[in-house]
């Protein structure tokens, strides 16, 4: 089955795919951390994305949903550094 390639695509599974990690994160106590305590399971969610992002162009040749995770993954993390 061929995948059509679609930015908006991409923009969904980025969001998913850090969702979903991020649920799984939350299940651990990240409290022992300190004050790393509040950004480390936001920034550890997003190592999903990097990593469709990276098989998306590379090994799948598919552009333009590569570079929905990859605005989802800089924009997210954007917001991490400058709001939590």
């Known amino acids: 089955m061929k995948i059509k390639d679609n930015f908006w695509?991409?923009?969904l599974v980025g969001a998913a795919?850090?969702?979903l990690f991020f649920?799984?994160?939350?299940?651990i106590p990240w409290d022992s951390l300190g004050r790393f305590s509040t950004r480390a399971p936001y920034l550890l969610a997003f190592i999903?994305?990097?990593?469709l992002f990276r098989?998306?162009?590379v090994k799948w040749d598919l552009d333009k949903m590569g570079r929905g995770v990859l605005a989802v993954t800089v924009v997210g993390m954007l917001l991490v550094f400058f709001l939590v």
């Open 55 to 57: 098989m998306m162009l």
């Open 23 to 27: 649920l799984l994160l939350s299940l």
């Open 17 to 19: 795919s850090f969702g």
């Open 9 to 11: 695509l991409g923009l």
């Open 48 to 51: 999903p994305g990097v990593i």
